[in-house]
């Protein structure tokens, strides 16, 4: 039986111990609560160790990254501040190595590699990809490879190499290959109810108390978009 953290919405556990919690985030929940007051994966995480351990009070869980609302797949959550301290500074030094598939309009390039300069409106929450140095446009870097392609879409296995704000869907709509369902940056295919073509598919990093690399990975979900390939 898989484990779950039993709430709504229900979100997978692929792992736990007393310093983390591996998650596979579902599309549509918030990494952490905005205005909205829409789910979001830091609280009802928090509702599940609440639950499980019959933890009087509140409870405390630190978020060491996020994944857009509309962006599912791999996070890992810090159960105590040592662990959130220590898993934090792996991101900051970017030892913490995650890999998305993003599932994209047209016929891409078999790989590449992309370097932008991105800029973030914080007024409309949009970012603009540059290709050269403007500004406070920051640098980032990122390497795909075409894994699945048909005449319409393709399946990219992309690397970060630096973690901007929308990085991934701004550098691939910028080069002509917007992700299907992107209702921010993609001109087409990205109406109401179309799920978004990214996700977190493998992460890994250092076990904050343990000596050792924690390599995780998920499949994609049996759903649309995903469901155009097979596997």
Same mark, same amino acid.
């Given at each position: ?32 609560? *905005?205005?909205?007051?829409?789910? *979001? ?79 973030? *409106? ?50 691939? *709509? ?58």
């Amino acid at each position: 039986m898989k484990k779950s953290t039993r709430t709504n919405p229900d979100i997978p556990i692929i792992y736990e111990d007393n310093h983390l919690l591996v998650i596979d985030k579902p599309a549509g929940v918030l990494s952490q609560e *905005d205005h909205t007051n829409h789910p *979001d994966v830091l609280r009802l995480c928090k509702q599940y160790i609440k639950k499980k351990y019959k933890k009087e009070g509140d409870v405390w869980l630190g978020l060491v990254h996020r994944l857009d609302k509309p962006v599912s797949g791999l996070m890992v959550l810090a159960k105590t501040s040592k662990a959130a301290s220590r898993l934090s500074e792996e991101v900051r030094k970017n030892r913490m190595k995650k890999t998305y598939w993003a599932l994209v309009n047209g016929m891409a390039p078999m790989e590449g590699n992309l370097t932008h300069f991105l800029e973030k *409106d914080k007024k409309t929450n949009l970012v603009k990809a540059y290709n050269s140095k403007r500004g406070k446009a920051k640098e980032a870097k990122l390497s795909f490879t075409t894994i699945k392609q048909s005449k319409d879409y393709s399946i990219l296995e992309v690397d970060l190499e630096t973690g901007r704000p929308h990085q991934i869907r701004v550098q691939l *709509d910028k080069i002509g290959h917007p992700i299907f369902g992107d209702y921010k940056y993609a001109e087409s295919n990205s109406g109401p109810g179309k799920n978004m073509g990214l996700r977190s598919m493998k992460l890994s990093f250092k076990h904050p108390t343990l000596d050792k690399i924690m390599s995780f990975s998920v499949k994609p979900p049996k759903q649309q978009p995903w469901d155009i390939f097979d596997y």
